[in-house]
């Protein structure tokens, strides 16, 4: 009887992490960790709050992630986001999450799924192949931003709808869209942005948590723009565009896209052949390969 017990609440406890059912999850459940702090010990914004570009005193050279959607234009620091990983935020009427994983330098922003009533996301405190994994509070459904994806809960397998958004600098950003607005600190009162509590890993190759496919052919940290179109995934290593001369011109997936890079910045973003730009995810190479073991990866052929 006491082994029959024992067993049980092994089950139950291998199958529950912070709280959240992991039942039938699409990926293997060893390999969801707890990355360190609780359900919610990293603050979600819910309320964000904006000021307008002249008032801001954000320096030129900071990073943000940026997002033009529904004629709106609006900037995101990435030392807030290092803080909070999360802005639920409304873009005329239609709802957007703007996620940020400060282990895979990965910038995603994704329409939120459809549901009858008014949704938010949060941070479960779980990982999977060192990414965030954020979960929905009508559902306490785990998604993972990476594979844009339900894992778990009673949403598992249902999909993100990705949005176009840029990896920039604050001033770069304000060149495309001086009428931008800039997520405020006010948004989370008595937070503290002065310190960057990834800066010693962003300059290790290093990684604080295992991922289950690796690649030797750029550096962990090497920055890349991952593209996937028509079930073709393509990485843009930011030193291969960095040898352009600001623009690509390539076909993904059947597609003819064009890469837009700026050397100043360090950025980049695609455009379809229409001049419309496309949904891409900005990350560090050991993320979008752990993602996307079968990417294709852009060579300059200038070298």
Known sequence: MIICLFVLVNTVTAETKNGFDLKGSLVPVEGILRGGPPRDGIPAIDKPVFIKAALATLAVNERIMGVHFKGVARAYPIRMLNRHEIVNDTFNQTDVVVSYCPLCGSGVVFLWPQSERRNTFGVSGLLYNSDVLLYDRESESLWSQLMLKAISGSRRGETLTLL???????????????????????????????????ADYEKSEQLWFPVQHKSADLRNKERVLGLSINGVDKAYPYSELSRSKGTVDDVVGGQKIRIVWSEASQSAYVLDSDGQQLPTVSAYWFAWFSFHPQTQVYRDSHQ
């Open 164 to 198: 176009a958004a840029t990896y920039t600098t604050w001033g770069e950003w304000q060149t495309r869209y001086p009428e931008s607005l800039l997520l405020s600190e006010a948004s989370a009162p008595g937070v503290s942005y002065h310190n960057n509590p990834y």
